[in-house]
């Protein structure tokens, strides 16, 4: 095997069970893409991976032709709203499941629910729908929350309603915590507002991801919360102090951190591809996580929507308050990569990284998602060279786009 893929576990192989074989395909790993190689799959797991001329056919159960596809790692959307007309602050297992469903028709395999900021009692309502929802087996898999707010700079507060922003409180966090049943895998956060140390100590104990957001926080506050335990910038660039060349703020502390992870809303909207240019060179693949932040629109004809209680207005694909704010996106994960692929021309293996293994990494899911590895998941997806997703198999199971 190539040098990068020789780094993959092969302690624990398989090969004395029948077993689910892929062959024909293009298997992209973070790294490279290998031709040559098959993939075998028991149950939800991938058992092994191996040169095609290795095969036994005597320990095969079924095999799936990927005619020569390329196969995938499932994309993982840490931050994501709502779509084809449902949001997570709706509150019923009706909404996931759509939102599920739309996810996986655009390869994302798993996803955090996010929660906007909103009055306490309808974000206990959003957090507890989530925590006690049952994944099921033909929808994208809900990995946990991630907490959106509520205590946010009312200088950068974007989208997020302003009414409902608050001063942090650890209590609060406490909360959330324990009515997420242990599903709360993320919160974003203004790191510069009094009291915001304290839950990131508190976050960072307790092995939940802390994201800075929102927020008008300078170079050295911002450093301070990555000192803490930050270690993800929600969407880069937007929501945040601006950069400049005596006050770097938090851009400029997140894009010179190694500790730091940096979301980017890929959409051809919400950043210049210049911008987006600059992040992949400072930054390198490993640490940027394409997202959707997208809001119930999503899929959906441009037109008249809902955020937190705002009015959104959908025009040429921009969601935009009536202030002219933009409110989240229409995107999904398949047309970032897209993006990332035929206008930044960036490698495959890079793009499919950046919606897959950084963001698994950044939530401490890679032990079981991310990339095509012995022992993980079998959320797979089978592609082409346009991103166009012809199958997909999560936890196991072959579904059919």
Do not use: W
Request: proline content about 2%; aromatic content about 8%.
């Amino acid at each position: 095997m190539k040098l990068h893929y020789q780094n993959y576990k092969y302690n624990n192989v398989r090969r004395d069970i029948l077993s689910t074989l892929i062959k024909n395909i293009r298997l992209i790993t973070p790294y490279e893409v290998l031709n040559g190689y098959c993939v075998f799959i028991d149950g939800r797991k991938i058992i092994n991976v191996d040169l095609e001329k290795n095969i036994n056919a005597d320990l095969i159960s079924e095999t799936i032709d990927g005619e020569g596809k390329f196969l995938s790692p499932g994309f993982i959307d840490i931050h994501n709203h709502g779509n084809s007309g449902f949001d997570f602050m709706d509150g019923t297992e009706e909404a996931i499941d759509k939102m599920g469903q739309f996810h996986l028709q655009n390869g994302v395999t798993s996803y955090l629910g996010t929660v906007l900021t909103s009055k306490y009692d309808d974000i206990f309502n959003a957090v507890q729908n989530i925590a006690n929802y049952k994944n099921k087996g033909n929808l994208s898999q809900v990995l946990g929350i991630h907490l959106e707010g509520p205590f946010f700079s009312v200088l950068k507060k974007g989208a997020q309603p302003e009414e409902y922003i608050k001063e942090p409180e650890l209590e609060f966090i406490k909360k959330i915590k324990n009515i997420s049943l242990n599903k709360l895998k993320m919160v974003s956060i203004a790191p510069e507002k009094k009291g915001a140390t304290e839950i990131i100590d508190y976050l960072k104990f307790n092995d939940i991801t802390v994201a800075m957001a929102h927020s008008n926080a300078t170079y050295d506050e911002a450093k301070n919360g990555i000192n803490h335990g930050a270690t993800v910038t929600t969407h880069l660039y937007n929501g945040m102090r601006d950069f400049n060349h005596r006050e770097p703020g938090i851009i400029g502390a997140s894009l010179t951190d190694d500790r730091v992870y940096c979301e980017i809303i890929y959409d051809r909207i919400h950043l210049h591809d210049g911008a987006v240019l600059i992040a992949l060179k400072t930054k390198g693949t490993d640490k940027i996580i394409l997202v959707s932040d997208a809001m119930r629109a999503s899929g959906l004809e441009e037109g008249e929507y809902e955020l937190g209680g705002q009015k959104v207005i959908v025009n040429e694909g921009a969601a935009r308050l009536e202030s002219g704010n933009l409110a989240g996106s229409t995107l999904n994960l398949r047309n970032a990569v897209y993006n990332m692929v035929h206008f930044l021309n960036i490698p495959i293996q890079d793009a499919v990284r950046m919606a897959s293994l950084s963001p698994a990494k950044a939530i401490g899911a890679d032990v079981n998602k991310g990339s095509i590895e012995i022992g993980k998941d079998a959320d797979l997806l089978f592609l082409d060279s346009d991103i166009n997703i012809y199958s997909v198999i999560v936890g196991g199971n072959l579904i059919n786009n």
